[in-house]
């Protein structure tokens, strides 16, 4: 996974001195900034972009109402760009949708709802779980109510979903397009809410008193931590298409029945918990409800049930994915394992069923994990049968594998010392008349790993896959997406610091 940091200075600091090192040592910091400044870049810009790159999960801001209120035109507000589809009709917004923002310099995540509505059937009750899923997995919410209109029943009927949540709200009183609106806004008081705030998503009147409000509410971001385990037992998540065998995985590690394993596919609905003395060591498994398809084509439980495996795998470290061996590899198998990628988990293939596969369909089995998998052909494999117990000895190395690279942290002056070989004997190919090179980097965070580049020009992605290839055969980065950021010198002998 890659991305570019534009050098646009927006996260930098208004002295250099009070930068948290966090993962570098003071002589390594200090030899560090030195080499930045004498290849031309600014200071505060180089700890933006390891800041940036380096922090934990941004807080998570839900915005959610019901049909029309105007969500997705302060959406757009808030991230500065029209972004969010916007008409002047309801209905138009189905799916969770999540955007970047910042305000006074803080970062955080944006997550624009489709409008709640109570008791309703077919997409509208597929639109209204995704907004419960969003407040259900939000650090806090922005409660749009229109008022021109007030509070309706359906309001009301969200006041209560957000009191059940218990996550923080602040309520947005939108369409307030001038102060004769105000006092329509104060009735909204009477929703028990606390303040309502007077805005006009349209206009931007009163969205910055707002935001101020938001951030007073909103968790900043957890700082990183380098290698450092999390308390309690290793969270393992088993995911997989449905009737893969993910509930006799976890019933024959655990050496007893523990959850209920049926032939009939979609047996488990709710991820279940189960603490399991493994390989001499305390885990906690998570067995997860199958997921069949496109989460937005799912209708009632099955729909819940993929919802709640997306949140299963965002709180685990490792996600064990179950395939079975004796179908071929799906689309659905395959936009499984983007969705633990995405998500920054550990990584671990396990190809249940093994014991029933003849000659044959193992050698076509290995032809298709080389064409459809190959793009993560770094994550430990283990060939098991969750029906006999075969190979489940090994299950616990592959995870500890994949652990220990998703925690491994690479010191500067080794990965500086890596970088200069790499570009000496492959250089970037000439582009235009010019050849970028990488000048020297970091590693801004762990779990997943993640690396700050700063380059004389535009990295390739052909490039940058080659050095993520390298990264992975010099230091071992086994079992673990890799996040390689770029950030660009604006131009040569630029101001020194």
Not at 81 to 100: L, S
Not at 159 to 165: G, H, I, P
Not at 417 to 437: D, M, N, T
Not at 473 to 487: K, L, N, Q, Y
Request: glycine share 10%; charged share 30%.
């Amino acid at each position: 996974m890659n991305d570019d940091i534009q050098p646009d200075g927006s996260d930098a600091h208004e002295d250099a001195h009070e930068y948290d090192h966090g993962a570098l040592g003071e002589a390594e910091y200090a030899e560090f900034m030195e080499l930045a400044a004498e290849e031309g870049f600014d200071i505060e810009d180089v700890e933006g972009a390891i800041e940036a790159a380096g922090h934990g999960p941004l807080p998570v801001l839900a915005v959610v109402g019901r049909p029309n209120v105007g969500k997705s035109t302060l959406v757009n507000r808030m991230i500065g760009r029209r972004e969010a589809v916007v008409e002047d009709r309801p209905g138009v917004t189905r799916d969770r949708v999540t955007y970047e923002a910042e305000w006074a310099g803080r970062r955080f995540k944006v997550v624009d709802t489709g409008g709640w509505e109570q008791d309703v059937l077919g997409i509208d009750a597929s639109v209204a779980a995704q907004a419960e899923y969003a407040i259900e997995a939000a650090d806090a919410v922005v409660f749009v109510v229109d008022a021109k209109v007030g509070a309706t029943d359906t309001d009301e009927a969200v006041v209560r979903l957000l009191r059940k949540a218990g996550k923080p709200v602040v309520l947005c009183a939108n369409k307030v397009d001038g102060p004769s609106g105000e006092a329509d806004a104060s009735y909204l008081w009477n929703l028990g809410l606390g303040e309502p705030h007077p805005v006009s998503a349209l206009h931007g009147r009163g969205t910055g008193d707002m935001l101020d409000a938001v951030l007073e509410v909103l968790p900043s971001a957890p700082e990183q931590s380098f290698g450092t385990a999390v308390g309690g037992p290793r969270r393992i998540a088993l995911i997989g298409r449905p009737n893969v065998g993910k509930s006799s995985l976890l019933n024959k590690v655990a050496g007893e029945e523990r959850v209920v394993v049926n032939e009939l596919a979609g047996t488990t609905r709710d991820p279940v918990d189960e603490i399991i003395e493994l390989g001499g060591k305390t885990w906690k498994f998570v067995d997860t409800a199958g997921i069949r398809k496109r989460v937005h084509l799912q209708q009632g439980a099955d729909y819940y049930a993929s919802l709640r495996t997306a949140a299963a795998v965002e709180k685990a470290e490792v996600a064990v994915i179950l395939i079975d061996a004796s179908e071929n590899i799906s689309v659905q198998d395959q936009r499984i394992v983007t969705m633990a990628v995405e998500a920054g988990r550990a990584l671990v293939i396990a190809y249940n069923k093994w014991d029933t596969l003849d000659e044959e369909r193992r050698y076509y089995l290995e032809r298709e994990i080389e064409t459809e998998l190959g793009q993560i052909a770094w994550a430990p494999r283990v060939n098991v049968s969750a029906r006999t117990g075969r190979h489940m000895e090994k299950l616990v190395p592959a995870i500890e594998t994949a652990l220990a690279g998703w925690e491994t942290r690479v010191p500067t002056g080794r990965l500086n010392a890596f970088l200069g070989e790499l570009v000496s004997a492959h250089p970037h190919p000439v582009r235009g008349g010019k050849q970028p090179r990488i000048l020297f980097g970091t590693q801004a965070g762990t779990k997943p790993p993640r690396f700050v580049l700063f380059a004389s020009g535009f990295i390739e992605a052909g490039y940058r896959r080659f050095i993520e290839r390298r990264l992975r055969e010099e230091f071992a980065f086994e079992g673990t997406p890799i996040h390689i950021s770029v950030r660009v010198r604006e131009k040569r002998g630029g101001k020194k610091k």
